[in-house]
């Protein structure tokens, strides 16, 4: 029987043990989730559900306030694997459900459009970098605080991860959640510090939302541009893409040119050299009659160029998630 | 270029009523309109057209107006984004339009009013073509509007046969400026039209064979007939003059020519091109001494380019865009070569 009672208040202590586990789990992926003010909020809830309270909501709202950071600090104290656990969840979870994607409709670039080059690459990760480093800059001399290079390499090496997850197709809110958790882990070691794991958590966060949200507020602009503006964007686009290919368009008048053997011309958007430079941008862009036909008679000399809305999310990614990875509130001495 | 811009035409011959109408006018002389922000030029059949190479034009504003003058239409064409819409006013009311948006209909136009009844033939004929082959990454109906616009006032971009270009501006971004003694069309017909008769050339003005040539000269030398085609532009605030040039395998215009390639003026120092805006606005370089420089250009232009039709000799400045230096030699030797040759 004591046996049996032992087992009995064996199986239940365990039980208890796992929900205060799964508790502090909750806590902790909440208060990722709440940029580390979830005692505030937890706290403000509790006051609002007590209706007799009203008169006193202010005492009533500071003592559960200080109950739920209590409970944090219990948690940091006996459970802090748990919480740990949650605040990781808190991140990848959402980034897992959403990652800050489109729901606008995708479509690939058209077939045979130039793929990026390595120099387009090695481009992008030093823009990446120095975009970080001039945010986290920007952002110490805005907070008051003295600049140092440990700050701007941990916001280089944020900004430059961020385009290198681009690359790897994960989207500007994925990106961003990356771009947001290598500065936080960046900054603490270049300063010497334990990794704080509750600052990474918050910083992917906030580099995911805000860095997602400047993406999504990017592709619905540029795919809502006028035609006139499209255009434009796109061949200025075309224009940098090609210089940094070490192919510079020629500042020339732009002459149509013939297509051999067929008694028809195009008109390319820019030429270098014998090179010929066809943009297109936009989901529903494809070849014209006569651009197709150059392409099949010479597609040595023929770059096809095919820009998207997307583009332009990655573009404002990357500085919306630096921006947002600054935002991510710095608590309990970090 | 990959086309972007816009246009309008009015079934009206008098150019100078349309531009006035529109608040437009004249500002210099252009021989290829997609060359220019704004040109204008009124077409053998009497339409007169009006044509934004930037796709600068309102034409939801400007439409109404200029259909008081006579039947108007207006066309959007952006190879860029792939859209195409030509739309049509009469008396100042619209009458009918035809779309097509890739972002919104892939494959196919959208239609409002009642357009002409060409379109059924136009559209039967894109869908033949896509139907042929439809795995190719084209746009055929992007041709269908622009194929509609040119049926109905014989404008095609780029493509017109010996119109005479105005460049044309809104009176309102038109600066006062001196009356000029000397202009590029000027200069043409008195120092390199008759440059090239020199050289054996027959200098023609506005009956060149070619699209976009207003100023040409043709001969046969060697077995080939050979074309030089000047391509220019002078608005009172822009001023250049290249030739482009080709032959044919043969004496006849058949078929394509064997090459073709322009000469360009040797690249400005790189601290001219630089401080080129700054001596603008202060004057530095006015726009006579830039059209003697343009001038002689041309001419050594024409003479490097005679060399090369002739003898094979190529210049730094000589670009070749179809064809190349070599296939020409070797043309020129297997003529050297042939019996009598």
């Not at chain 1, 479509?107 to 045979?112: H, N, Q, S, W």
């Not at chain 1, 990106?175 to 334990?194: C, F």
């Not at chain 1, 028809?264 to 989901?283: L, T, V």
């Amino acid at each position: 029987m004591l046996a049996a009672r032992g087992g009995e208040e064996g199986f239940t202590g365990a039980l208890r043990e796992a929900g205060a586990q799964v508790g502090a789990a909750s806590r902790g992926a909440l208060d990722t989730l709440t940029f580390g003010h979830r005692d505030t909020l937890a706290a403000g809830l509790e006051t609002l559900a007590d209706p007799s309270s009203l008169s006193t909501w202010r005492t009533q709202y500071q003592n559960h306030r200080r109950q739920e950071a209590a409970q944090d600090q219990y948690d940091i104290t006996h459970y802090e694997p748990a919480r740990t656990v949650g605040q990781v969840a808190g991140v990848v979870v959402p980034m897992i459900l959403t990652g800050g994607e489109s729901a606008l409709a995708s479509a690939p670039r058209l077939a045979g459009a130039a793929a990026r080059t390595g120099r387009e690459f090695g481009a992008a990760l030093a823009a990446g970098g120095g975009v970080g480093a001039g945010v986290q800059h920007v952002s110490d001399l805005v907070r008051g605080r003295q600049p140092s290079w440990q700050s701007d390499l941990a916001g280089a090496a944020g900004g430059a991860a961020d385009v290198a997850a681009l690359a790897a197709r994960l989207g500007p809110g994925r990106a961003g959640g990356i771009n947001g958790a290598v500065a936080a882990t960046m900054e603490d070691l270049l300063n010497g510090r334990p990794v704080s794991l509750e600052r990474v958590s918050q910083g992917a966060l906030a580099g995911q939302v805000i860095g997602g949200a400047a993406g999504e507020l990017g592709r619905r602009w540029s795919n809502a541009l006028g035609r006139r503006a499209k255009g434009q964007l796109g061949e200025m686009l075309g224009a940098v893409r090609s210089a940094v290919n070490g192919m510079p368009r020629e500042a020339v008048p732009k002459t149509s040119v013939s297509i051999k053997g067929t008694g028809k011309s195009w008109r390319p958007d820019g030429r270098w050299g014998g090179q010929f430079f066809e943009d297109k941008f936009g989901y529903g862009a494809d070849l014209s009659r006569n651009q197709r036909l150059a392409r099949r008679i010479d597609p040595g000399t023929f770059n096809l160029y095919h820009f998207l809305p997307d583009d332009i999310a990655a573009l404002l990614g990357v500085p919306g998630a630096a921006t947002g990875q600054q935002a991510a509130p710095r608590r309990r001495g970090q | 270029m990959g086309l972007h811009m816009n246009w309008l035409a009015v079934e009206c011959g008098d150019k100078d009523a349309v531009l006035t109408s529109l608040g437009l006018q004249e500002t210099g002389w252009v021989n290829d309109e997609l060359r220019a922000q704004l040109a204008c030029a009124t077409l053998p059949n009497g339409w007169t057209v009006i044509v934004s190479s930037d796709y600068r034009l309102e034409l939801e504003s400007l439409l109404p107006a200029a259909s008081a003058k006579g039947r108007a239409i207006g066309c959007e064409v952006s190879e860029i984004v792939m859209y195409s819409g030509v739309r049509a006013y009469q008396d100042g009311e619209f009458a009918w339009a035809v779309t097509h948006d890739p972002d919104k209909e892939r494959y196919g136009v959208a239609v409002n009013g009642e357009p002409p009844s060409q379109l059924s033939d136009i559209l039967a004929k894109v869908g033949e073509l896509a139907a042929a082959e439809p795995d190719e990454p084209v746009d055929w109906w992007f041709d269908a509007p622009v194929e509609l616009a040119r049926s109905v006032c014989g404008y095609e971009a780029g493509a017109v046969q010996n119109a005479e270009w105005s460049t044309v501006a809104f009176a309102a971004d038109v600066r006062s400026a001196p009356r000029r003694e000397r202009t590029l069309r000027g200069a043409i017909r008195a120092e390199i039209m008759p440059l090239l008769g020199s050289l054996g050339w027959e200098p023609r003005v506005g009956k060149a064979e070619w699209p976009n040539a207003f100023y040409s000269a043709s001969r046969v030398h060697d077995g080939h007939l050979q074309f030089v085609n000047l391509v220019g532009k002078d608005d009172g605030e822009d001023v250049y003059l290249f030739p482009s040039f080709g032959a044919w395998p043969g004496e006849a215009n058949e078929g394509d020519p064997l090459i073709a390639g322009e000469v360009r003026a040797a690249h400005a120092a790189i601290w001219k091109r630089l401080t080129k805006p700054w001596r603008r606005l202060t004057g530095k370089r006015g726009l006579d001494e830039r059209l003697d420089q343009v001038v002689g250009d041309a001419q050594r232009a024409i003479v490097d380019m005679n060399e090369f039709l002739t003898l094979g000799r190529t210049s730094p400045n000589l670009r070749i865009d179809l064809g190349s230096a070599q296939v020409w030699i070797d043309a020129l030797l297997a003529k050297d070569d042939a019996p009598g040759g």
